[in-house]
Each structure stands twice: as C-alpha cells, then as structure tokens.
C-alpha cells in the first residue's frame, strides 16, 4: 500500500461544482502540502501544515481552502472549481527535522478537469 | 526571490548514451537541493540530495549531481541511460527554515533505442 494516499485519482466536474481531494499519510509525518502541477510551470504550492493546528497558505491559494482533521489526513478543497484549475494535484509529506525542510514524499496525484 | 531554472524542456537521448539535466537556482540562503523524477502516471520520487559536505552525490537508478557554488548550479548525471529511465525530472530547492521546496519546470527525458 502507498504510504501517501490521494482520493480520489481522477476526476471530471462542472464549473460551480464543490470539489474535496482527500490525503492521508501512514508515514507518521508532521508536516503535509498539496502542491498543483501544470504542464510548463512545475509543482506550485497552495497550502501547507505543520501539524493540525498550523495551516498555511502557499503561492497559489485563491480559489483553495483546506482541512487538516488529523495529523494523517489533509485534505482539499474548491468550494466553487473553475476551468483554469484543471491541474494534476499532489499530496506530500516530510518528517520535520529541526528546522530543515527536507526529502518530501508524494502520493500519486489526483488529476481534476473542470468542465 | 527563490527560482529554480531547467533550461531544457525536452531532452533525447539514445540508450546507452550518457546524460546531463542541467539545473540552476536563486536562493538567498545556503540551499539544500533535490533531484525528483516522475514517471508516467506517478507520483515524484526523489533521486537525490545535497545537504553539504562532498559536492558530488550518488543516488538511486545510477544518478549522480554536483553542486557547483560558483555556477549555482546542481546538474543531473548518469552515464548510461537505460529505456526505463524515461521520465520527467525535476530541480527543487529548498533551505534551513524554510517551509517548503521551490520547484523546476521539469526537463522530459525521451529515450530512443
């Protein structure tokens, strides 16, 4: 089993639609991002956590909103998606070690096509 | 502003050839620097990183980089591609303190037999 787990792995919506993409993680990592990838730009980042009560937005936030309901499960969501937010989405973990930002590890990406 | 910069879009290269990705950053802090490859359909896995110390890293599939300061630069090896390493690669750079990594546009790798 993957240790880093994105439901759900394809999905096709209408524009106006509210969208969950859910993450959990057995690595017993404290900290969980959810980076968006666009064909030409690379992985962006929306939002990351550093545990349950620490949610912080990243370059790309507008339009995204996220959970972190435990230290294993983080989860996104667009409360109204739009066609430009059609991306491959990616869920990762890293182990915090000191202040280092180290090695992340990723799921397998969830890819969404807004209508 | 923090910038990793992957010239190379797409490269192709024979089996049996050697490679080189290149990669440069811009960092206002000592950087921590990572290589990740992904394969049709996965997830990111990480080929490499440097910390500090020797400039020169392994990692897994027969990939090496080497840091160079002077050229802020962190480019990709291996001496013999292999079909299977068909994918796309990217630069990541990262540091003390910071909270997350700063990504290259990815470089795709075709091999051709």
């Known amino acids: 089993d993957a240790d880093v787990t994105q439901t759900p792995r394809n999905r096709i919506t209408k524009t106006g639609k509210r969208i969950m993409l859910e993450c959990s993680q057995t690595k017993g990592h404290d900290r969980m991002y959810w980076y968006r990838q666009d064909p030409g730009l690379g992985l962006r980042l929306i939002y990351y956590s550093f545990d349950v009560k620490d949610i912080n937005k990243g370059e790309i936030s507008d339009g995204y909103s996220v959970s972190r309901q435990a230290q294993a499960k983080f989860s996104l969501s667009l409360e109204s998606a739009i066609p430009n937010q059609t991306a491959l989405y990616f869920c990762a973990t890293s182990p915090t070690r000191g202040k280092v930002t180290g090695e992340l590890f990723f799921g397998e990406g969830s890819r969404l096509t807004v209508l | 502003a923090q910038s990793v910069t992957q010239p190379d879009i797409h490269i192709t290269v024979s089996e049996g050839a050697s490679l080189e990705l290149r990669c440069n950053y811009s960092y206002g802090a000592t950087p921590y620097l990572f290589w990740y490859v992904q394969s049709p359909g996965q997830g990111l896995q990480l080929l490499l990183k440097?910390?500090?110390?020797?400039?020169l890293v392994q990692g897994i599939k027969g990939f090496e980089a080497e840091f160079k300061r002077s050229q802020s630069s962190f480019n990709l090896r291996k001496p013999s591609v292999h079909w299977s390493d068909a994918a796309e690669y990217f630069c990541?750079?990262?540091?003390?303190?910071?909270?997350?990594?700063?990504f290259g546009t990815g470089t795709r790798l075709t091999v051709i037999p």
């Open positions: 440097y910390f500090s110390g020797d400039t």
């Open positions: 990541a750079v990262g540091a003390a303190g910071a909270n997350n990594l700063f």
